[in-house]
């Protein structure tokens, strides 16, 4: 099947930085590959404003119009969000179907959606995109067919029903309520049971799905895609001591998120929110992992979860060319898919853990194994030894100020 040639147009206003504008545009030309296309041209414009009618200017209408018809463009994506009006003359103007970096965010998330869940909430991001971008009841959205940032429920053309769509959203939101419901059902049996919980988060193609694979020893999708990983998944790990703890892969982060997608995936982010710590893979060969760090760290603080104790990995160290200097503490260098960094990785988390959480020493009889294995697996023992004359154990380590468990400390 042959790929549809894309031409990316961006307006880039005074306040804008440099750097940050190149990022974006990049970016989309990842997001356009990504979905299937081909980007052909990048046509750039420096304007005090955004045209109200036509989001870019006259003269470059023409010179758009003229690469559309010599390279047989079959779509133009906007690096902003358009208004109906602008999707509609442009699309007049060029004769080519025209979306936005938001719609093909969401035609991407629409192919990626592999649950009930997922698929429920890219179709309400995608409905509630559009809705207020209909001309009118019983009118059509402008040049929808097959193609890029026409994916979506069901894989069919978008009703263009107002009423249809507002009771659509209405009947999602009233199922994914039950989800969710059923959702923070499960991390209120998981709290009960003091689970300590990890969350990895970060940009999106950062390598998170790879370190999740490796410390798991699962087989979630790892590739080197943009929004590979779409649904959590939670798996249970152990580190060095036999300190057991649950650790949650999570969708990438992005500049530009559309408001209506983070809405939607409320309930799915909710899970780095409930987290009792977060490792935050960046990918430090990246030009922009400067700019990717702080866009996670400004999601952290949407989600109110930048309080939450974090370490930082740097991934892909592997592909460094030049010295490089951490932005956050505490951090750890590594490269995923090495299983030795990966188990020094593990260390880390054992000592960033120790610097926060309370030292202890416990003795416990010997028929107190239940005891003995909770210790082992809930708290971060560093030693255990058994005196023979006093026939008891004694158990140093560390544990959490809150812990279930402190009650034994008492004892002694």
């Known amino acids: 099947m042959a790929k549809e040639k894309i031409i990316i147009i961006a307006v880039k206003l005074p306040m804008e930085q440099d750097d940050r504008?190149?990022?974006?545009?990049?970016?989309?030309?990842?997001?356009?590959?990504?979905?299937?296309?081909?980007?052909?041209?990048?046509?750039?414009?420096?304007?005090?404003?955004?045209?109200?009618?036509?989001?870019?200017?006259?003269?470059?209408?023409?010179?758009?119009?003229?690469?559309?018809?010599?390279?047989?463009?079959?779509?133009?994506?906007?690096?902003?969000?358009?208004?109906?009006?602008?999707?509609?003359?442009?699309?007049?103007?060029?004769?080519?179907?025209?979306?936005?970096?938001?719609?093909?965010?969401?035609?991407?998330?629409?192919?990626?959606?592999?649950?009930?869940e997922g698929k429920l909430q890219v179709e309400l991001a995608q409905l509630e995109y559009v809705l207020p971008r209909l001309r009118g009841k019983g009118t059509e959205l402008s040049r929808l067919g097959a193609g890029i940032g026409t994916r979506g429920p069901g894989e069919t053309k978008l009703e263009t029903d107002q009423r249809h769509i507002r009771n659509r959203i209405y009947d999602i939101r009233r199922r994914l309520k039950t989800i969710v419901q059923q959702r923070e059902q499960y991390r209120k049996r998981r709290k009960t049971n003091d689970v300590f919980q990890i969350a990895i988060v970060g940009y999106t193609n950062a390598g998170k799905s790879t370190l999740f694979n490796q410390l798991t020893n699962s087989e979630s999708l790892a590739e080197n895609?943009?929004?590979?990983?779409?649904?959590?998944?939670?798996?249970?790990?152990q580190l060095p001591s036999g300190f057991q703890t649950l650790i949650t892969d999570t969708v990438g982060f992005l500049q530009k998120l559309p408001t209506t997608l983070i809405a939607a995936f409320r309930s799915?982010?909710?899970e780095v929110?409930?987290?009792?710590?977060?490792?935050?893979?960046?990918?430090?060969?990246?030009?922009?992992?400067?700019?990717?760090?702080?866009?996670v760290i400004k999601l952290l603080q949407d989600l109110d979860a930048d309080q939450i104790p974090?370490?930082?990995?740097?991934?892909?160290?592997?592909?460094?060319?030049?010295?490089?200097?951490?932005?956050?503490?505490?951090?750890?260098?590594?490269?995923?898919?090495?299983?030795?960094?990966?188990?020094?990785l593990l260390q880390t988390l054992e000592t960033v853990f120790i610097e926060d959480w309370d030292r202890y020493i416990v003795h416990v009889n010997p028929d107190e194994g239940k005891l003995l294995?909770?210790?082992?697996?809930?708290?971060?023992?560093?030693?255990?030894?058994?005196?023979?004359?006093?026939?008891?154990?004694?158990?140093?380590?560390?544990m959490r100020t809150d812990h279930p468990l402190r009650h034994v400390l008492e004892r002694d």
Do not use: C, W
């Open 310 to 344: 974090m370490l930082t990995v740097y991934n892909k160290k592997d592909l460094l060319t030049a010295d490089f200097i951490p932005m956050q503490h505490p951090y750890a260098m590594l490269n995923a898919t090495d299983a030795a960094d990966v188990q020094q």
């Open 268 to 270: 799915t982010l909710e």
């Open 21 to 116: 504008f190149h990022s974006s545009l990049a970016e989309l030309e990842s997001l356009g590959t990504t979905a299937g296309g081909e980007v052909i041209k990048t046509i750039t414009q420096n304007r005090t404003r955004i045209h109200p009618a036509l989001y870019i200017g006259e003269g470059k209408i023409q010179e758009m119009k003229q690469v559309v018809d010599e390279e047989e463009i079959d779509l133009v994506i906007s690096n902003d969000e358009l208004s109906a009006g602008q999707l509609r003359n442009l699309g007049n103007r060029l004769d080519v179907r025209v979306i936005d970096r938001s719609q093909l965010i969401l035609d991407i998330f629409a192919q990626r959606a592999r649950t009930k």
């Open 225 to 237: 895609q943009l929004f590979a990983t779409l649904d959590p998944l939670t798996r249970n790990i």
């Open 373 to 398: 294995t909770q210790l082992k697996q809930q708290t971060i023992t560093t030693e255990r030894k058994y005196d023979e004359s006093g026939n008891v154990y004694t158990v140093k380590g560390f």
């Open 273 to 295: 929110a409930e987290a009792d710590f977060i490792l935050h893979v960046v990918d430090s060969s990246h030009i922009d992992a400067t700019q990717h760090q702080e866009t």
